[in-house]
């Protein structure tokens, strides 16, 4: 079956980089985008962009560019989420995402990632 | 940027129908989709294109979208259906919906 395993939790100091990953198993990895979500704690969920896995082409949502990386290894069905001089206000959960026309059908398990000093 | 506003939080009483609304200019121009999201789990999505239900959700799931509402309705309701439920559309790029909080009594 399709399945999105992300990569454990991750307590980063403010100013730090971290990596989050997201593995793809049950289907083509090139067939489908991948989308990223954001949950901050007790919030509600925010897009932040896609990635096309057929030519690494990355779309950042408004509030997602700058900072944030996404990027793929196809070697392994891996896409990636990365985020630069972290801030406090990045403490959240992070999802990969799959689409079905323009629902998300498959959601991984989510990435804490806590920005802490 | 387009907007969708849900309310705060439903109650329900158990056994009940819960109708939870999604308001945007001219949603009903748009396919809506409903997720599901239970403390510490990610979202499962319960209804795509308006009113259509993915494999594995049950029945009691509907949705409608018409004007400026979508509405999620759940009927019946189970405690189990205690969630957060949000709703999304494409508008030149995904929104999600402020979510609601659905208590069943």
């Known amino acids: 079956q399709v399945q999105l395993v992300q990569s454990g939790s991750e307590l980063k100091k403010p100013g730090a980089s971290v990596k989050v990953s997201c593995k793809a198993s049950?289907?083509?990895?090139?067939?489908?985008?991948m989308n990223w979500v954001r949950q901050a704690p007790g919030q509600g969920l925010e897009w932040m962009g896609w990635i096309n896995t057929n030519t690494g082409n990355p779309t950042y949502a408004q509030g997602f560019t700058g900072r944030f990386v996404f990027s793929l290894d196809t070697s392994v069905s891996t896409a990636y989420l990365q985020i630069s001089s972290l801030k406090a206000e990045d403490t959240a959960v992070y999802y990969c995402v799959l689409p079905s026309g323009d629902a998300f059908d498959i959601w991984g398990q989510g990435t804490m990632v806590t920005v802490s000093s | 940027s387009y907007e969708l506003t849900q309310p705060l939080s439903v109650s329900v009483a158990l056994g009940q129908t819960a109708r939870i609304t999604c308001g945007g200019n001219n949603i009903g121009s748009k396919n809506v989709h409903w997720y599901q999201q239970k403390p510490g789990q990610a979202p499962v999505l319960v209804i795509y294109r308006d009113s259509n239900r993915p494999s594995g959700i049950p029945e009691r799931f509907s949705g409608s979208n018409s004007g400026n509402t979508a509405t999620l309705t759940i009927s019946r309701a189970q405690a189990g259906d205690e969630a957060d439920y949000y709703c999304?559309?494409?508008?030149?790029?995904?929104?999600f919906g402020t979510g609601t909080k659905v208590t069943v009594l």
């Open positions: 049950g289907y083509t990895f090139t067939s489908y985008a």
């Open positions: 999304q559309v494409w508008d030149s790029s995904r929104v």
